[in-house]
């Protein structure tokens, strides 16, 4: 499985710098990733993003919690480029499931990005409502499940087998914690990997063996030491 790299970041410089490497495909955005880049007006912002990336894929998210105005922002949201898809979370925050935000928004052949999802069976909820056609990514949230002690891995399993049945889905592995999980994304045989720029910078380093490793580790040492001209 070629899994694509997208960089998840909503800051005008840093997607600039990262629209340039090819590894990346696309972009990913969420409301607090906006809020941090010192996004103000949400629309002139987003097309700031959109004139940098080209025809790159770039997931802009809803921020409404309620059904209908859910549903006026996707559409909205849609209308800013061919090559946005809308995100909206599988639940709004209270924990009511989306799925007539999804269906409408999908039926009206709008791209989606389904976020905030952290089990096969929220996957499995969302492929009972889509058509076959539309584009959707399903991101399941890896690292945030892993820091409360749950294994994300079975999900993953389970919803990528769910999704074979759909040539239009495509299952993106999110909340990235650490390079390794670029690897674990692949031969899961997730489609999709969103990383944060730090993260990006060092998967473009692998192929270092583990000798490389222990000596860069032991000179770093050595550095800070003499540094600190430390004595005993």
């Not at 340039?20 to 941090?36: A, D, H, Y």
Request: glycine residues 4%; aromatic residues 10%; charged residues 30%.
């Amino acid at each position: 499985m070629n899994t694509k790299i997208f960089c998840d970041i909503a800051d005008l410089s840093t997607i600039k710098k990262f629209n340039k490497f090819k590894i990346v495909k696309g972009f990913t955005t969420n409301p607090s990733l906006m809020r941090k880049a010192g996004a103000k007006d949400y629309k002139s912002y987003s097309k700031q993003i959109l004139q940098i990336c080209g025809n790159k894929p770039i997931s802009l998210e809803v921020f409404a919690d309620d059904e209908k105005s859910m549903i006026e922002q996707g559409k909205k949201i849609n209308s800013w480029g061919k090559n946005v898809y809308v995100k909206v979370p599988v639940v709004n925050s209270k924990n009511s499931f989306t799925g007539k935000v999804i269906k409408e928004l999908n039926n009206s052949n709008i791209k989606l990005n389904i976020t905030a999802v952290y089990n096969a069976k929220q996957a499995e909820k969302i492929l009972k409502i889509i058509n076959k056609k539309t584009k959707v990514i399903i991101s399941i949230f890896a690292g945030r499940a892993g820091d409360t002690g749950k294994d994300p891995i079975p999900e993953f399993v389970k919803s990528i087998k769910f999704a074979k049945k759909f040539k239009n889905v495509e299952i993106l592995w999110a909340s990235v914690r650490e390079p390794y999980n670029y690897l674990q994304a692949k031969q899961l045989g997730c489609h999709i990997i969103t990383i944060p720029p730090s993260i990006i910078e060092k998967i473009q380093k692998f192929g270092k063996s583990f000798d490389q490793l222990t000596k860069e580790t032991v000179k770093a040492f050595l550095v800070d030491s003499k540094k600190s001209d430390f004595k005993i």
